[in-house]
């Protein structure tokens, strides 16, 4: 049971971890590399643009929900919110290798 909890905290942890990575990558991105910046908007746009994405073989009621859903904003946001996972799970797989490193298990196969 302790071991389902601290799965829980641990993906709550990477879930706030990763709210705030957005925000600082996007900060960043303006500030520092904004040629970068408006590199991954203007993919968004042209995923958002494409014409199989804009007007789906579906009803009129399917195509108007989904130009209010598929739209450059919900896309810039998937993608900077997939960049900022990858950021939070190396940097979770980074502390937990040098904890690893830094406190070696009592039954260390490897000694």
């Known amino acids: 049971m302790w071991i389902f909890f601290r799965s829980l905290s641990n993906a709550s ?3 706030i971890a990763t709210f705030f990575m957005v925000l600082v990558l996007i900060m960043l991105g303006v500030m ?3 040629s970068a ?3 991954v908007n203007d993919f968004a746009n042209y ?3 494409l014409s199989w994405v804009r007007n789906p073989d579906i009803g009129e009621q ?3 929900v989904t130009r209010v859903f ?3 904003s919900s896309i810039f946001g998937i993608v900077m ?3 900022a996972r990858i950021v939070v799970e190396l940097i979770w797989w ?3 290798s040098l904890w690893r490193l830094a406190n070696p298990s009592e039954e260390d196969p490897y000694k």
Do not use: H
Request: cysteine-free; aromatic content about 8%.
């Open 37 to 39: 910046f408006n590199g």
């Open 62 to 64: 399917g195509v108007a």
């Open 13 to 15: 942890a990477k879930i």
């Open 81 to 83: 919110t997939l960049l």
């Open 32 to 34: 520092f590399v904004p």
């Open 47 to 49: 995923l958002a643009n």
């Open 94 to 96: 980074g502390t937990g």
């Open 70 to 72: 598929i739209n450059e």
